[in-house]
């Protein structure tokens, strides 16, 4: 009896781990029954981020919530990073089996989950956008061109010598930019400072020289954007129009009195829309 109950749990144990096996780009946290939904963090974020969003779905869920190589102790990959982690992504898919996964994706989560679903249309039934733009590096760099994002630059060598105050500073004032919440901030704050500097550094640099706006075209799910309005609203509408121009299948809802963490400033806001839209 004993033996036939190691026999069992051996057979668990391994089976467990061929199901949710994890990837040297990213690890998963896997909870909750029913339909797969994958949860892409922003930039540094972890797979905390999502946790009252998986408490809320769960019931009736399979959420998949990724933490990336490089943040929240996560090991650091060898660049191009981003361009590793979709890869394992729709590998980490194929191995598991998930059948037409919900992507719900937040900043970079939302990027990246626009380059999956313009890559591979039929593979997934929707995505959610929370405040990630196709290509954020127009809307920060003037006269933008993806040729120009070199990790060897000036402001990367800066950003990679910087002390630790002086990096935890500047975290801070990110932080305060990024959300209205308080309460919020170190936690924000810790995630910068804890991941390691060159994913932080050449990792940011993949994802501003992505530019998915004609690519945009090739999606063929719903998707839903939840959208910030901070600072101006005018502006913010104006930017979505302008870079999901391509995209055919949309719908934008435009998050009051929030800045770029909007599951952490309109909570309840939040959660009503991604249920909404599950």
Same mark, same amino acid.
Request: charged share 20%; net charge positive.
């Given at each position: ?33 029913? #339909? ?13 981020? !999502? ?5 809320? *779905? ?5 959420? %998949? ?15 191009? !990073?981003?361009?590793?982690? +979709? ?5 980490? *898919? ?11 994706? %937040? ?7 626009? !380059?999956? &679903?313009?890559? #591979?249309?039929?593979?997934?039934? +929707? ?14 760099? @003037? ?10 630059? @000036? ?31 170190? =936690? ?15 990792? $940011? *640099?993949?994802?501003? +020289?992505? /530019?998915?706006?004609? /690519?945009?075209?090739?999606?063929? *799910? ?5 959208? &910030?309005?901070? @600072?101006?609203? =005018?502006?913010? #509408?104006?930017?979505? /129009? ?11 809802? $435009? &998050? ?10 309109? @909570? ?11």
């Amino acid at each position: 009896m004993k033996s036939r109950y190691t026999v069992l749990v051996l057979f668990f144990i391994l089976n467990y781990g061929s199901i949710f096996g994890q990837s040297k780009a990213f690890n998963v946290k896997v909870s909750g029954k029913g #339909e797969p939904v994958l949860l892409f963090p922003g930039f540094t974020c972890t797979a905390q981020v !999502w946790e009252e969003t998986i408490a809320a *779905i769960s019931a009736n869920h399979e959420c %998949h919530a990724f933490t990336f190589a490089g943040f929240g102790g996560v090991p650091a990959i060898e660049m191009p !990073w981003l361009p590793t982690i +979709k890869d394992e992504v729709l590998a980490y *898919i194929r191995q598991n089996k998930l059948n037409k996964p919900i992507i719900i994706g %937040h900043s970079l989560g939302g990027t990246l989950g626009m !380059w999956l &679903a313009a890559t #591979e249309p039929t593979l997934f039934k +929707k995505l959610v956008v929370v405040d990630g733009l196709p290509c954020t590096g127009a809307l920060m760099i @003037p006269n933008f061109k993806t040729s120009d994002m070199m990790y060897d630059n @000036p402001f990367s060598k800066q950003q990679l010598a910087m002390d630790s105050i002086s990096f935890r500073k500047m975290s801070s004032q990110m932080a305060f930019g990024m959300c209205m919440n308080k309460a919020k901030h170190e =936690q924000l704050i810790n995630w910068m400072t804890i991941a390691d500097r060159k994913t932080y550094v050449y990792g $940011y *640099i993949d994802m501003l +020289k992505l /530019d998915l706006r004609e /690519d945009l075209a090739w999606i063929q *799910i719903p998707v839903v954007v939840l959208a &910030a309005t901070f @600072p101006s609203k =005018q502006i913010v #509408e104006k930017t979505w /129009d302008s870079q999901l121009a391509k995209l055919n299948n949309k719908v934008i809802h $435009y &998050a009051d009195n929030s800045a770029h963490f909007i599951m952490y400033d309109q @909570p309840e806001w939040f959660l009503n829309k991604i249920k909404e839209n599950l």
